[in-house]
């Protein structure tokens, strides 16, 4: 039998990436599933739609649903929640960092610093300090690792994430893909796609 | 104590509301939770938000999500699926039917045999001869009943039904709202309404 693997595509400004990226570590620990953290760029997807900002500030009656939704899920939780401003925040320099992290051992502890950041205290991630900060109280090195994050390579691989998202049908984060390709979309569908994940790999 | 009271605002043409009319009515009974089923049309609100068709044909990329999830949806929950054609469907003929039914005691059933003759079996549900076959079906007077679903009084429900659906800041179907507000979108929330409502009525 091959170990069962899930792909976590994740966005930095995706509201329900945060309740999801809190969750689907020990989620996918406990049911013996290989999780890989894939951060994209939903950007260049919505222009491809069409859209030019966060659908949830396009539609207005469902941009004040889904803040309001996102509190009681994360009120469910347990996790903090605050509404950052401005909304949505520019992702590119955290995606950068996590794209650096991910390759190495402290990825996933910054990953999550960020969303709580942003999500769960308000902040702005697109600010180098506070990128800086998660970094710092991670034992790291944040002047290289900037510096790393900056490189043609990790700008590449983010690149190449987000065309990839895109060829395998992901129009929203966050979305779970199991290794035979099912689409699971939403913070919503991560108990089904653990579910799919683990009976395609026999277990 | 007032008992626990729930609003379930679904249209015909919406898919997901196809599993969640399937599953509502047994589960608000489960809670001891009063149920009222309030068809509306979400034309006039995709309207209102630039929309002239289903966002699911809209944006390709998320309609081939959606029918490859509700029938992943429907198959946990051992209903029959079947991708209607056209998509959407006119819902109108369906709909007045549902006001004058759900005014008398065919109702429920009725707008669940719609749902699984559109999303169990492909069915047109715009075809009179489908809602007269479930009438025939539910022994009732189709003829009797297709008259009285064509008066102004029926016409005049559905249209402030749509009304105050688009006034309470539904933008999607199936929607559930509790007796102080809470909207609750989608099939997946229906655990969610029903919790909420159970305990804003104290129970």
Redesign the interface.
Known sequence: MIGATLDFWFEFASTYSYPAAMRVAPLAKTHGITLRWRPFLLGPIFKS?GWDNSPFNL?P??G??MW??LE?VCG?LGLPFAQPSPFPQNSVLAARIAVVGLAQSWGEDFCRAIYRAEFGEGRNIAEPATAAAMLVALDQDAKAIFQAAQTDAVKNVLRSNTEEAQRL????APTFVTADG????GN??LE?ALGWAKRQAGG
């Open positions: 739609q539609y009656a469902k004040r649903y309001r939704d009681r469910a049908g992901i129009f929203g099912e689409l699971f979309w919503d569908r089904a």
